[in-house]
Nanobody, 115 residues
Framework: QVQLVESGGGLVQPGGSLRLSCAAS????????MGWYRQTPGKQRELVAR???????NYADSVKGRFTISRDNAKNTVYLQMNSLEPEDTAVYYC?????????WGQGTQVTVSS
């Protein structure tokens, strides 16, 4: 039973920062790549950032230079540090783990950027 639990979302003003966490259980965490996605009503879920099992990272163009994905294998946790937040970053953020035996999504955490 693989579970991903996101936390750290909330309301922040433009230019502010948040740090999202995704705690994983039920898998050998260090084996697998992790991703952060986001979704707003009426839009497709989009990839925000990804980190491989060895720590290589990829980012959507819209967040490059502002967001940083990292992982702590000892804590079975992946993080998304979000700086210089903009209203366009408002979304539900989800973490995802892909394994050969299946994909697991977290329940999502709401991020709202508003003045």
């Amino acid at each position: 039973q693989v579970q991903l639990v996101e936390s750290g979302g909330g309301l922040v003003q433009p230019g502010g920062s948040l740090r999202l966490s995704c705690a994983a259980s039920g898998s050998i965490f260090s084996f697998y790549a992790m991703g952060w996605y986001r979704q707003t009503p009426g839009k497709q879920r989009e990839l925000v950032a990804r980190i491989s099992s060895l720590g290589a990272t990829n980012y959507a163009d819209s967040v490059k230079g502002r967001f940083t994905i990292s992982r702590d294998n000892a804590k079975n946790t992946v993080y998304l540090q979000m700086n210089s937040l903009e209203p366009e970053d408002t979304a539900v953020y989800y973490c995802k783990q892909d394994r050969p035996t299946g994909t697991t999504w977290g329940q999502g955490t709401q991020v709202t950027v508003s003045s």
